[in-house]
């Protein structure tokens, strides 16, 4: 089983990359994330052409995720137990009727339960959102230890854009992210308490040391310059991770005209 996950950033401006680097990466459940588009909207017609069947919760053209699999979708579920939402006028408070937003989706693929998970950005450290950013983590963790808690053998993937760089050797200038998210140590703390809770970061192994990453942003030639972060994880429960046999990510699409800021990770498990 090959598995990927991908923030595109709109996939109705780059369905034609995504499709035909499906059919070039041999891949069978791809994971994406901040898809910007109603469930209307969504180019499922494009996935089902290619061979995969897709599922996608999208409410406006912010978040959204979506899994495609060619191995089967079952048991859809559209947000994880208690995910927090969030109000975008509460000030200080999140307890003014927040939404919940389009950030995750499971199904279960070919026997494994996979979650596209579009973490929240946190904006700046006094922010209301990076409070809600540490609330949506802190609840994902609970409900990814009630998962193990209730079957130690569940074959589970915690996959998407994390939006966290879990040490230094994640992105490329420590001091140029003092003081800013991603970075922070309560981030941080977050992102490692969901490994503590059984779900293993595969790809590290594979691709060890600092200069590895997933995202480099638009600006001030970041690619170009090997200015990039790592915040896209495929994070695997220990029957999963038990089964890995590669991870990496894949860098040649960041390039050329019309790319993403993030490129694909790619984990591959044995039968």
């Known amino acids: 089983m090959r598995l990927a996950t991908w923030n595109v950033n709109s996939i109705r401006s780059r369905i034609d990359r995504v499709v ?8 069978d459940v791809l994971a994406i994330q901040e898809t910007k588009c109603r469930d209307e909207q969504f180019p499922a017609e494009a996935f089902e052409a290619a061979g995969y069947e897709v599922v996608h919760t999208g409410y406006n053209q912010w978040n959204g ?7 089967g979708i079952e048991d859809v579920a559209d947000s994880f ?7 975008k006028d509460a000030g200080e408070s999140l307890l003014s009727v927040p939404t919940v937003e389009a950030r995750a989706i499971g199904a279960t693929c070919g026997g494994v339960r996979v979650w596209s998970l579009y973490v929240p950005n946190g904006r700046a450290l006094a922010d209301p959102h990076y409070t809600y950013k540490l609330e949506w983590l802190a609840a994902l963790r609970r409900a990814g230890t009630q998962w193990l808690a209730t079957d130690p053998d569940a074959q589970i ?13 994640d992105v490329w200038s420590p001091e ?3 003081g800013k998210t991603h970075v922070s140590q309560p981030e941080r703390d977050a992102f490692a308490a969901v490994t503590a809770a059984g779900y293993t970061d595969v790809m590290r192994p594979y691709a060890p040391g600092p200069g590895v990453y997933t995202y480099w942003d638009y600006t001030q030639l970041r ?11 495929v994070l695997a429960s220990p029957a999963l991770a038990a089964r890995v046999k ?13 790319a993403s800021d993030h490129a694909p990770v790619v984990a591959e498990f044995t039968d």
């Open 246 to 258: 590669d991870a990496g990510v894949d860098r040649e699409e960041r390039k050329g005209k019309g």
């Open 81 to 87: 137990p208690d995910q927090p939402g969030f109000d």
């Open 65 to 71: 995720v979506a899994i495609a699999s060619r191995i």
């Open 20 to 27: 035909a680097w499906l059919d070039r990466s041999d891949v």
């Open 157 to 169: 993937a915690l996959v998407g854009d994390w939006n966290i760089a879990p040490t230094d050797d």
């Open 223 to 233: 690619f170009p310059r090997r200015e990039g972060m790592r915040i896209d994880f």
């Open 176 to 178: 140029f992210f003092v």
